[in-house]
């Protein structure tokens, strides 16, 4: 089935059109739980959680925000208000409150669909537990809302500050189902595919439940990944794709060849993203299953898919590929001139060790973001050009390596970090001079947040006080797996802060 043809209904056309045709087909299951729905039972529990939203107040454009694990739950609430007309705002559900109410207050949602009914929230904003009945019966009109609508704000770290919300179209999700379907081998109609990651990440979102209803695939939905657990779920369930990051496959990879080859049986191919994939991992599947693990690269601002290895049909270490039909690729250097990034070697912040010439990527293709909210600031330019800010370079094969981010930013299994961000809350304790805070290399997340503390004149701090404060602050993957602590961070002679020779 091809995504374009669900453009004039939008994305909620997805699942109407896999009811209409697939309606006995099961379309979603939960690993741990065994609850599953069939297409027509995820249609009937979206009219009714669309009819609840409608009843609390929810009007076309207003913003909803989803505060849900991985689920069934998930699913239908994220159908439910796109049907009533409303932007969705994924959040974790393990985001802290601060975070939480900050998200929630820039957003403007007013509305929080989330299990436990009675969950502090701020003034005036209201809570609905989510609707997953199949059996419901309720008659709600779709919105109508498609094209340039607004059906997603993802909330991401910036360049300049703390999370923006990415606003992405229904145009821009469907666009980059199309060009995810391009390719071959992409989902088909027979397929159960394994989402462990969060679905309210764009890459679960859009490569996972998006696509797999797209093609009127299973969505098997998992809401933690532990190896062993998950690969037991994947021999259980017959799983015939992954969705992964390198963490999953490094932890696969080291339960042994004989277990891969039980669990992974049914399974004919995995894709992997968020992080460069370890060699060593991806030999190791190979040899064990005679799987190859396809790498790519997104972002959110993207929908998220630009580029996989999946475009050639074979993987190359250290390589994300080539981009996806219908999506234009050049590297720019920082003005948008269509050429090499200058280097100064008198400067180590930009000097990046790769064979090739090296820019900037800058992409241009009908899945691109509108913006980020409010306003669209900083969105694809006169010419439908985005510069992502993340170096590379193309080989003599024209495949994209990626090799570094020029706007500093660190990914932790596929979810991006703002070091300012960090930098600011542990710089409100008392015993804190300065603070940077770097990515460094971990083998299983890709990268991981690293702080240097420089303790004031006098102080008693511990890394395990520093590192309890995040906790209480920042989501998770956000909080420093590392504390080291200096007399002083390198500077420039202007004052810069030296993050290369950090890391």
Same mark, same amino acid.
């Given at each position: 089935?091809?995504?374009?043809?669900? +453009?004039?209904?939008?994305?909620?056309?997805?699942?109407?059109?896999?009811?209409?045709?697939?309606?006995?087909?099961?379309?979603?299951?939960?690993?741990?739980?065994?609850?599953?729905?069939?297409?027509?039972? @995820?249609?009937?529990?979206?009219?009714? /959680?669309?009819?609840?939203?409608?009843?609390?107040?929810? =009007?076309?454009?207003?913003?909803?925000?989803?505060?849900?694990? +991985?689920?069934?739950?998930? *699913? @239908?609430?994220?159908?439910?208000?796109?049907?009533?007309?409303?932007?969705?705002?994924?959040?974790?559900?393990?985001?802290?409150?601060?975070?939480?109410?900050?998200?929630?207050?820039?957003?403007?949602?007013?509305?929080?669909?989330?299990?436990?009914?009675?969950?502090?929230?701020?003034?005036?904003?209201?809570?609905?537990?989510?609707?997953?009945?199949?059996?419901?019966?309720?008659?709600?009109?779709?919105?109508?809302?498609?094209?340039?609508?607004?059906?997603?704000?993802?909330?991401?770290?910036?360049?300049?500050?703390?999370?923006?919300?990415?606003?992405?179209?229904? =145009?821009?999700?469907?666009?980059?189902?199309?060009?995810?379907?391009?390719?071959?081998?992409?989902?088909?109609?027979?397929?159960?595919?394994?989402?462990?990651?969060?679905?309210?990440?764009?890459?679960?979102?859009?490569?996972?439940?998006?696509?797999?209803?797209?093609?009127?695939?299973?969505?098997?939905?998992?809401?933690?990944?532990?190896?062993?657990?998950?690969?037991?779920?994947?021999?259980? /369930?017959?799983?015939?794709?992954?969705?992964?990051?390198?963490?999953?496959?490094?932890?696969?990879?080291?339960?042994?060849?004989?277990?891969?080859?039980?669990?992974?049986?049914? *399974?004919?191919?995995?894709?992997?993203?968020?992080?460069?994939?370890?060699?060593? @991992?991806?030999?190791?599947? =190979?040899?064990?299953?005679?799987?190859? *693990?396809?790498?790519?690269?997104?972002?959110?601002?993207?929908?998220?898919?630009?580029?996989?290895?999946?475009?050639?049909?074979?993987?190359?270490?250290?390589?994300?590929? =080539?981009?996806?039909?219908?999506?234009?690729?050049?590297?720019?250097?920082?003005?948008? +001139?269509?050429?090499?990034?200058?280097?100064?070697?008198?400067?180590?912040?930009?000097?990046?060790?790769?064979?090739?010439?090296?820019?900037?990527?800058?992409?241009?293709?009908?899945?691109?973001?509108?913006?980020?909210?409010?306003?669209?600031?900083?969105?694809?330019?006169?010419?439908?050009?985005?510069?992502?800010?993340?170096?590379?370079?193309?080989?003599?094969?024209?495949?994209?390596?990626?090799?570094?981010?020029?706007?500093?930013?660190?990914?932790?299994?596929?979810?991006?970090?703002?070091?300012?961000? @960090?930098?600011?809350?542990?710089?409100?304790?008392?015993?804190?001079?300065?603070?940077?805070?770097?990515?460094?290399?971990?083998?299983?997340?890709?990268?991981?947040?690293?702080?240097?503390?420089?303790?004031?004149?006098?102080?008693?701090?511990?890394?395990?006080?520093?590192?309890?404060?995040?906790?209480?602050?920042?989501?998770?993957?956000?909080?420093?797996?590392?504390?080291?602590?200096?007399?002083?961070?390198?500077?420039?002679?202007?004052?810069?802060?030296?993050?290369?020779?950090?890391?």
């Amino acid at each position: 089935m091809n995504a374009g043809n669900g +453009t004039l209904a939008g994305v909620g056309g997805l699942l109407t059109r896999a009811a209409d045709r697939w309606p006995d087909h099961p379309a979603v299951c939960e690993t741990g739980s065994g609850h599953g729905l069939t297409y027509r039972q @995820v249609a009937a529990a979206v009219q009714v /959680q669309a009819k609840k939203l409608a009843d609390a107040g929810v =009007r076309p454009g207003d913003r909803v925000a989803l505060r849900l694990p +991985t689920s069934v739950d998930f *699913v @239908v609430a994220f159908f439910g208000a796109l049907r009533a007309g409303a932007i969705v705002v994924p959040l974790s559900p393990q985001v802290p409150a601060p975070e939480f109410e900050t998200l929630l207050g820039h957003s403007g949602a007013r509305v929080v669909v989330q299990r436990d009914a009675d969950a502090p929230l701020p003034d005036g904003v209201s809570g609905l537990t989510p609707e997953s009945d199949p059996d419901g019966v309720a008659d709600v009109a779709d919105a109508g809302r498609s094209g340039e609508d607004i059906a997603v704000i993802s909330y991401t770290s910036g360049t300049t500050g703390p999370p923006r919300g990415v606003m992405l179209s229904h =145009r821009a999700l469907l666009a980059n189902l199309e060009q995810v379907s391009g390719v071959e081998g992409a989902l088909d109609h027979d397929d159960r595919v394994l989402i462990t990651i969060p679905l309210f990440h764009v890459y679960g979102l859009g490569p996972g439940l998006l696509q797999a209803t797209n093609a009127g695939a299973t969505a098997v939905l998992s809401e933690r990944f532990e190896a062993q657990r998950t690969l037991d779920d994947c021999a259980e /369930q017959h799983v015939t794709s992954i969705l992964g990051v390198p963490t999953m496959y490094a932890e696969f990879a080291a339960l042994g060849a004989d277990e891969l080859r039980r669990g992974l049986a049914t *399974v004919r191919w995995m894709t992997s993203g968020a992080a460069p994939l370890h060699p060593k @991992v991806l030999t190791a599947l =190979r040899e064990a299953t005679g799987l190859d *693990v396809y790498e790519g690269y997104g972002l959110t601002e993207c929908a998220p898919v630009v580029t996989s290895t999946l475009v050639t049909g074979y993987p190359k270490p250290g390589s994300v590929g =080539r981009p996806l039909p219908g999506i234009e690729l050049r590297l720019v250097d920082s003005d948008g +001139t269509d050429q090499a990034v200058p280097l100064d070697p008198d400067d180590v912040d930009d000097v990046f060790e790769a064979e090739g010439e090296t820019g900037l990527v800058s992409i241009r293709g009908a899945n691109l973001f509108s913006g980020y909210w409010p306003d669209g600031d900083h969105g694809p330019d006169d010419e439908g050009w985005f510069r992502t800010g993340d170096v590379g370079y193309l080989d003599t094969d024209g495949d994209l390596h990626l090799v570094d981010r020029a706007n500093d930013l660190i990914i932790v299994n596929g979810f991006n970090v703002f070091p300012r961000e @960090v930098e600011e809350v542990i710089g409100r304790l008392p015993e804190v001079a300065e603070a940077a805070v770097v990515g460094v290399v971990d083998e299983r997340s890709g990268e991981a947040v690293k702080a240097f503390v420089v303790p004031a004149a006098g102080a008693s701090l511990s890394e395990q006080q520093v590192v309890e404060h995040c906790a209480a602050h920042l989501a998770g993957y956000k909080v420093p797996h590392a504390v080291e602590f200096a007399e002083s961070l390198p500077h420039s002679a202007t004052g810069k802060l030296r993050r290369m020779r950090l890391r």
